[in-house]
């Protein structure tokens, strides 16, 4: 019998190329309670994220996805709701539309990496999950921004482009976003608290480690869908991250392996 991640393997494999073009990767629904904003908006922003997104995630299909506003989000639920549905909790008060876009993005980030294979932290190195998503957010906001330029969801909506880019751009500048100067270094110091806490120091160690894997990524941006051969290991008694590491390499084609290498060989985790 095949275990889920192997199915999923083969899944990804032999999906032809041609079907992207006839159906959207997956589908989105807005909860009709959503409050502060009007959900058909809202669920035109989540329709364009997805629009944007994906050339970049591969011949990769999702399950639907519903969308609550509740405070306790931004989070992809590990359970689903009675029709097998994803769930993700934004936490978005009004028409902040960058916002939405850029929490969007990061959990949809997590489905596509199969975060329900390791859930609660199972493998230790969820931190590098959580990184690597908010790496992937801060990148579809500037592939967002370049969508509304040319193909906003309304016409009027083609102004709030560069607002985009402005959110991106204030994110970047952040102090606890900047480069480590020895990345192998910042990471044996803090390797123990990022495997004991995935949002460590309230996610700033993760924000700063994604500023490195969206630089790596920016020279791969069609290797993105590496993403889906994330957390497809074997479950073994080896936690580190040279076997997690390790085990998405080998479980990715080799034309998506080369930004993995580079953040293995940043970390000094090369073999």
């Given amino acids: 019998m095949l275990t889920k991640f192997k199915f999923l393997l083969l899944l990804l494999l032999f999906i032809p190329a041609w079907t992207v073009a006839l159906a959207p990767p997956f589908q989105v629904s807005v909860d009709p309670t959503w409050q502060a904003a009007d959900p058909k908006d809202v669920q035109a922003v989540l329709d364009s994220t997805i629009l944007s997104i994906a050339p970049y995630i591969g011949n990769r299909r999702l399950d639907p996805i519903v969308v609550k506003n509740e405070e306790k989000g931004p989070i992809s639920l590990y359970e689903r709701d009675k029709q097998g549905k994803y769930i993700i909790l934004l936490d978005v008060n009004g028409r902040y539309w960058s916002q939405l876009a850029y929490q969007f993005s990061h959990e949809t980030c997590h489905l ?106 920016s020279a791969y941006p069609e290797a993105w869908a590496a993403i889906n051969y994330m957390n497809l290991g074997d479950d073994s008694q080896d936690k580190s ?31």
Avoid at 242 to 270: C, E, F, M, S, V
Wanted: hydrophobic share 35%; charged share 25%.
């Fill in 241 to 271: 991250l040279t076997k997690y590491l390790k085990d998405w390499h080998d479980n990715a084609p080799a034309n998506l392996r080369a930004p993995i290498q580079a953040i293995q060989q940043q970390l000094g985790l090369q073999g």
């Fill in 112 to 217: 596509l990496s199969n975060y329900d294979l390791a859930p609660n932290n199972l493998s230790k190195q969820q931190w590098f999950e959580e990184s690597l998503c908010e790496a992937f957010s801060l990148f579809s906001l500037g592939k967002l921004a370049d969508q509304w330029d040319k193909n906003p969801p309304y016409p009027n909506w083609k102004d709030y482009a560069p607002e985009l880019r402005k959110y991106l751009a204030d994110m970047l500048k952040e102090d606890q976003r900047s480069f480590a100067p020895n990345l192998a270094s910042w990471y044996q110091q803090h390797k123990t608290t990022l495997e004991a806490d995935p949002y460590a120091d309230n996610r700033r160690l993760n924000e700063k480690f994604a500023s490195h894997l969206l630089k790596i990524f």
